[in-house]
């Protein structure tokens, strides 16, 4: 399981695929011969090799830890492919080593499903899976199986990219174990990732550049649980924001959370760039932002714990879990009236993740 | 674990999910919104129902048997979604069902990630979700976990799907373990999924209507591995063919392959159709096919246990490993000549899977 850091050095080198032959995708490339084995040779195999991938099969094997596993999936149409703070590759990794974060699970293994357009850059796809190979080293897993598929040009987008994951359970962790008198605590500001993508999509340009907050939150999470933390649910507020995931825990949970805008931090930048769209923060995407329910008692080591990572600087208490069973999310805005958090019935922001 | 039959018949009704306000699938119905929850509700969890999908959380649990598993990943673009003997549905089960008995392990948990493009109808959606129910009963897998993606019309081309899956390891079976003597074993007669499909492309008809082979062979192969059978190794001859797959377990598995032309079946439709289209069989996809590498002493157990099967009627040994460590395959034709088989560059049939 030790990271080759000499590996790691050697795979910034340029693509190592023959790009003077096909500087882009071709459908043969996902057609089971040659080219998709030189591809799968060139650059999968060559990125994620770890010892479970050795023996070029339909499968890898692997030797879990534990019998008690969380198993998620996700796939990422995110538009476009890079962005400022990261692309589709660090996305998809962050993304389903966090899902397997919020079971409470510790994150071991991923497989990756690629679906390429045609005329891709064999270049763009290099950048995607070198970013794909660092974000899983960061996050301490492996990507140990694959699937490469080639769409004909204007058939697809670029690039879809599916992970799955598999995580040996620590403290199994739910909707339906929030209790009245939990803390909600978030772990940093939100509305980043949302914005970071608009901004590239509409063209804005801001003082400071917004990024993405992608990452992975992993690590944070299992020292809370190593610290004995009484966590009763995490969810990662992805797509639909911080709201759709307070309102769809409430309706799970089945109690009534009660919110204070105040306490939910927004940098002025993105602030700004949501009032330019006319969005609300609370409904963008995050990609490293989650929602902790904690036993009220352990609140505040909660804090100091999140505080000790990169990802939790700006971790806050935002409210609390009611007695009232009444699924409902109230929130008290910055100048003391209360409204009721709906769920919004589609998306503001298509295809950011 | 149980089967619930009554669930099954059920779900032969219409589509759940009001087709009356919503024919098509619209981009908000992946937006993390209402609407992506009322597709998720009304449609997948109600079809894939099952104990571990309660909790309505980022990930499913689950308790394995074994700690030693199989780990697969597959993505599925097949054109057209629906096709004599099947739909994308079956065949994403399947196919992933079948990569992890090729590994010797005892499939139990998949995934599923849908990325559709917008103004797919409903109505398609709900009867290849409802493929899927099936065949995962048929395989006696769960579908414990999913994802849903929307992306716009134009950049996908109606449904794309990809499944992972988990399975507990009876017995490890890989390209390493081949050896020489071991016979060379085929369950069915080859080429009848591509067929199908590009008889559906190019407008052909036949008197009998070529179906897909689309099919678990994860029953067959566990029936083998607990009757004892020596399996040294499987492969499911899909993409590139029963051809492509030999040559890739030769260079894999380090030794040369004698392979007997007139020992493969090719269903006479099937023959002519692949004239009429100028491709050669041994190249054409197949779905519920494999390759299967047994020890000479129990070559002829394995051949009556496959004959057990719907699936194994026509198996057929087909060849043999030889001494020699020269990684190539040597074909005997009907008329006695030998050639080597080589893989194709690329592919015959883009998108067949």
């Known amino acids: 399981m030790m990271k080759d850091n000499g590996t790691s050095d050697r795979l910034t080198w340029s693509c190592p695929v023959s790009v003077d032959q096909y500087p882009h995708v071709v459908m043969a490339h996902g057609g089971g011969g040659k080219l998709m084995n030189q591809l799968i040779d060139g650059m999968f195999a060559r990125a994620f090799a770890n010892p479970l991938t050795e023996r070029r099969h339909d499968g890898a094997f692997?030797?879990?830890?534990?019998?008690?596993?969380a198993f998620t999936t996700d796939s990422f149409v995110v538009r476009p492919l890079f962005f400022p703070g990261g692309n589709i590759g660090d996305l998809a990794v962050n993304g389903t080593v966090n899902d397997l974060a919020m079971c409470g699970a510790r994150p071991l293994y991923l497989s990756a499903g690629f679906i390429i357009e045609e005329g891709l850059p064999m270049e763009s796809l290099w950048k995607i899976v070198l970013s794909m190979k660092n974000s899983a080293?960061?996050?301490?897993v492996h990507i140990v199986t694959g699937d490469t598929k080639v769409v004909d040009?204007?058939?697809?987008?670029?690039?879809?990219?599916n992970t799955s994951g598999?995580?040996?359970?620590?403290?199994?962790?739910?909707?339906?174990?929030?209790?009245?008198?939990?803390?909600?605590?978030?772990?940093?500001?939100?509305?980043r990732h949302g914005m970071a993508i608009m901004a590239v999509r509409e063209g804005l340009t801001f003082e400071s550049e917004?990024?993405?907050?992608?990452?992975?939150?992993?690590?944070?999470?299992?020292?809370?649980?190593e610290n004995g933390i009484d966590v009763h649910c995490l969810r990662d507020a992805t797509r639909g924001g911080l709201a759709s995931v307070l309102v769809e825990l409430s309706q799970s949970g089945g109690y009534e959370f009660h919110i204070e805008e105040s306490a939910i931090?927004?940098?002025?930048?993105?602030?700004?760039a949501c009032e330019i769209l006319g969005l609300d923060p609370l409904y963008v995407a995050n990609e490293g932002c989650m929602a902790a329910f904690i036993a009220g008692k352990d609140a505040e080591k909660a804090l100091q714990i999140m505080k000790n990572f990169p990802t939790g600087q700006n971790a806050s208490v935002i409210g609390r879990v009611m007695d009232s069973r009444e699924a409902r999310v109230?929130?008290?805005?910055?100048?003391?009236?209360?409204?009721?958090i709906d769920m919004i019935s589609g998306e503001q922001l298509p295809r950011i993740c």
């Open 137 to 140: 080293d960061a996050a301490n």
């Open 330 to 340: 109230i929130m008290k805005s910055r100048i003391g009236t209360r409204r009721i």
């Open 153 to 161: 040009r204007g058939k697809g987008d670029g690039l879809f990219i």
């Open 265 to 272: 931090p927004v940098r002025d930048d993105v602030a700004a």
């Open 62 to 69: 692997a030797e879990l830890p534990k019998n008690r596993i």
């Open 210 to 225: 917004i990024e993405s907050d992608t990452a992975s939150l992993s690590e944070m999470v299992m020292n809370m649980i």
């Open 166 to 191: 598999i995580g040996v359970i620590e403290k199994e962790i739910y909707p339906q174990a929030i209790q009245p008198g939990d803390s909600i605590i978030i772990n940093s500001d939100i509305a």
